[in-house]
């Protein structure tokens, strides 16, 4: 079936401009999370949702990124006034509505570039 | 805080096994392993997971140790497109909603 897929693949954009990306979920699965990895670094862990709510906002970085998800499915985050240091791999997991082990299921990410 | 510790990088010939060691000493009885890879420039790809039984898929097979402070993975017939960062991550049961914690993981080489 279908993965998570996430859009735009590439996005390069100048300091200072809000950018947007996006996720697909794979269907049916009701949590879904947002990471970033810089180059050559491990994952950073930035927001999770389940089902539209968000518990856990802390892993935000600044009050410039946000996200929001809507009917359960689709998300977005939203960084507001892009600086160098966001430039970034954005990835995107999702994971189905199982007890027990809570395994995620990644895309292929979008790779953002503040010039 | 990754609570595992892996080989910083591997080398396996093309069709032998790759086997990768992984030790979760602290693990908790509550606690999964799971296996995850990252092939360059794409996303993590989930492998396998475990949680006392040893357990096999169509990728792989995950051998845990009675105690349940080591395991391998093992790719029983490397190709060259195995090549990637291979992570062992521990994570508890019904923690729904909790981040994976990627450590640095072992880079695994698979040559011809």
């Known amino acids: 079936g279908a993965g998570v897929s996430q859009s735009p693949s590439n996005k390069v954009t100048e300091k200072g401009k809000d950018v947007e990306l996006r996720c697909d979920p794979i269907?049916?699965?009701?949590?879904l999370y947002w990471y970033r990895q810089s180059l050559g670094q491990g994952l950073e862990f930035l927001i999770y949702?389940?089902?539209?709510?968000?518990?856990?906002k802390s892993g935000l970085p600044s009050d410039r990124f946000s996200a929001e998800r809507t009917g359960g499915s689709v998300s977005t985050l939203t960084i507001q006034r892009t600086q160098q240091e966001d430039s970034a791999v954005y990835l995107c997991a999702s994971s189905p509505p199982s007890g027990g082990a809570d395994t995620q299921y990644f895309g292929p990410g979008t790779r953002l570039t503040v010039l | 805080d990754a609570k595992t510790t892996q080989p910083t990088s591997m080398d396996c010939a093309e069709g032998r096994a790759a086997n990768l060691p992984c030790n979760h000493s602290t693990i908790s009885g509550n606690e999964y392993v799971y296996w995850y890879r990252q092939i360059h420039s794409q996303g993590p790809q989930y492998i396998i997971h475990?949680?006392?039984n040893n357990e096999t898929n169509e990728m792989a097979s995950l051998i845990i140790t009675e105690d349940r402070k080591s395991s391998t993975l093992i790719l029983p017939h490397a190709t060259l497109r195995d090549t990637a960062v291979y992570y062992c991550i521990v994570r508890p049961i019904d923690n729904y909603g909790q981040n994976f914690v990627f450590g640095p993981g072992t880079r695994l080489s698979v040559l011809p």
């Open positions: 949702f389940q089902g539209n709510s968000a518990p856990d």
């Open positions: 475990g949680l006392k």
């Open positions: 269907s049916g699965h009701t949590a």
